[in-house]
């Protein structure tokens, strides 16, 4: 049997995710040093959905972060300071009040952002308590942080872009082409049966069963690998 795509994911440049394509590393600078940053440019990233701001900070250094609605060049922003909220201030959670949009939140203090980097999204505070932050995130799940976890406030930028349609196949190969996917993707009963474990017979009859052993060889280890159970409950 050949070897189904889900198995040659990770071990070819076709199918692998490609993370070199990124401009550049977008993080928050380790530095907790309160200090003001100015916006110096904006770069178009084909890896990442939204534009990206190179920000200068005044002890010299630079760093790449998702730019947010509202920036422009030479905007100066306000960073780990505890002045008056503002759209774009880098500030630690338990400085952030109840119900500020956030975006580039940090896992664990000074990671340099984990979460909520996409175009249009954010995150929202719905708790402060002291020990423990609460946050609300785009798909209204609820996770506490530790208060020293740092992200910027306000809205990531490029909320728009899924709303203009690609008119044509080649623009978004190219596009998922610039992100390292593998794309297109047909369905696995279109297959014939040699290329998956789903394929052959006629697209009508998907009546297979979709079960794999936690002992199947790579080949046919696909579909529900050793579920409990399956159907409707």
Known sequence: MKVPRSRRRGKSRIFRMNDFRAIGVAKIIKD?????????????????????MQLKFENGETTLLPAFVGAY?????SYMKNENT??????????IPAGTDIYNVELKPKDG?????????????????????????PSNAIISLDPNCRAVIGKVANSGRTEKPFYKAGNKYHLIRARGRYWPMNAAVAMNAYEHKFGGKRRSTQHKAKTSSRRSPPGAKVGAIAPRRTGSK
């Open 32 to 52: 907790d040093t309160g200090m003001n940053a100015r916006v110096i440019k904006f770069i178009h990233d084909s890896y990442r959905t939204a534009p990206l």
């Open 73 to 77: 060049v030479g905007k100066i922003i």
């Open 86 to 95: 503002d759209t774009g201030d880098i500030k630690r959670l338990g400085d």
């Open 113 to 137: 952002g984990k979460l909520i980097r996409a175009g249009g999204m954010s995150a929202k505070i719905i708790e402060n308590t002291g020990g423990k932050v609460m946050i609300s995130l």
